[in-house]
């Protein structure tokens, strides 16, 4: 079936505000999910005994970050997708040719995701989403019917999937004790380790958290434009926020209290309380993603000089999660500066909103300048093909519309 029978939102005219904010946005969040990973604060680690600073600042991760952040960047990439998709075959690109262009960003996802795991973070998300559109991307040409279907499908996937990777976890220890913290640069085992992760990384993600069905449910928001016009589904959006977020932040309490120290549950029950705090992460990345919408829509008139920057920063989004990534890596890896081993849980939340600073001031001196992300402008390339190849392919569709 093909997406040209209404199915898709119209094509936009220029950028809206509320999907580039919120992407700018979530990178701090992303960042910060990161760094605390270095500092042996990853989810599900113990707290109890930390100093006062480093315990509030695991209870703020806890509840509105881990597994919040992911979950909202998924849903913004498929709505990404969605409309995509909408665009080409709106400009007449014959459906075949949009599907090449699907299985493209795909897989050089895959490709830029497994360079950055390699040379910088193994638990990164790139691979993961590029994974996910090549599984989930020929959902993009069926109907809104089809796309709800299969989110009830992998719900259904997740909720045996999840709680039985997270009990596993729990049993284990730690989550950072199954990453094993990061790998190092010095040795040659520690090239190793990084190099064995690669293709286990994506799939682990893909099964032990709701990558497919955050993906997907990013489709249908994107077939309805719900972040393409937001003051048209102002009401929508406002229970989606104060719904989805209250109850996301209600199903992390349980975890969050255990990592305090407050609970001292089985490891069963444990892990069954990380689950709850993963799966009801769908909630909290839909809740962010419809609050960004709405500040987006307040600010669309005249946003101020930071919500600028933000956006700029969300329109340049590849090369700024690199960046960002590569930044807090360079600080807190113990191969590297080293300030991570002492940094705890706060002082990496520090390091990570420097960090995002820092990307920050770039990103608004790219749009003064009005030049693209490098890495977003390389992977457009890698996708589309040199200008020759894309005036070709405009040039063919045009044909086959007119004749």
Known sequence: MSATTGVGPPVRAQRKLAPDLARGAMLLLIAMAYAGVYAGGGFGTDVAGDPWPDRAAALFTTLFLDNRAFPMFAILFG???????????????????????????????????????FLVFPGEILTSYGLAALVTGWLLFRSNRTIVRAAAAFAAFYAVTVPLAMVAMAWAGSEAEEYGLIPGYLTAQDWFERLAFLPSGPL???FAYPLLILVVLGYRAGRAGLLDDPAAHRGLLTRIAVVCTSLSVLGALPIALTVQGVLSPGAITEGLSMALQVLTGILGGAGYAALFALWGMRLERKPSPLARAVAAMGQRSLTFYILNSVLVAVVLHPDLVGLGTGAGAFGALLVAALAWSVSLALAAWSEVRNRPGPLDQLMRHCVYGGRKA???AEAEASRRRDG
């Open 79 to 117: 709505y990404g997708m969605a409309w995509m998709v909408a665009r080409q075959l709106a400009r007449g690109t014959p459906e075949r040719e949009v599907r090449r262009l699907l299985r493209r960003r795909g897989g050089f996802l895959l490709l830029f995701g497994f360079v950055h795991a």
């Open 204 to 206: 682990f993600i893909a």
């Open 390 to 392: 894309r005036r070709a």
